[in-house]
């Protein structure tokens, strides 16, 4: 799976072009993690980016509770690339974990060249924060 094949798994992502897909996609970088290695890590300035998973799973814990796993089509660090806040968890590939990574830096350049994502982006956090 490709990166533009897997941000179309997400619904954050699913108003965009082909073209803008495409252009979007070619900002993100792919990474394979080994089951047990920590991708971000609750309470630290652990990377700004976002990631999309293409393959395998991970493990979400917070205060060392877990409260999610997450597979295929899943996404995580929107809230750290937005406010570029410490991680609010720690996600742990739990399988060999393909994902596609983009810094908040690239992603923001991105949004502001398509406000349509950003308004579907507030909307998710929005949905986040609500109990």
Known sequence: MDAAEALEQVPLFSDLSDKQLKKLAGRFRERTLEPGMPIV?????????????????????????QVATLGAGDHFG????????????????????????????????????NPDVT???LEHVVNLLQP
């Open 41 to 65: 890590q609750e309470g630290t300035m652990s990377g700004v980016g976002f990631f999309v998973v293409a393959d395998g799973t991970a493990e979400v814990t917070v205060d060392g509770k």
């Open 78 to 113: 929107e809230l750290a690339m937005i406010a570029g806040n410490e991680r609010a968890a720690t996600v742990t590939a739990t399988s060999e974990l393909h994902c596609f990574e983009i810094p908040f830096w690239d992603f923001r350049e991105f949004a502001h060249d």
């Open 119 to 121: 308004w579907k982006l």
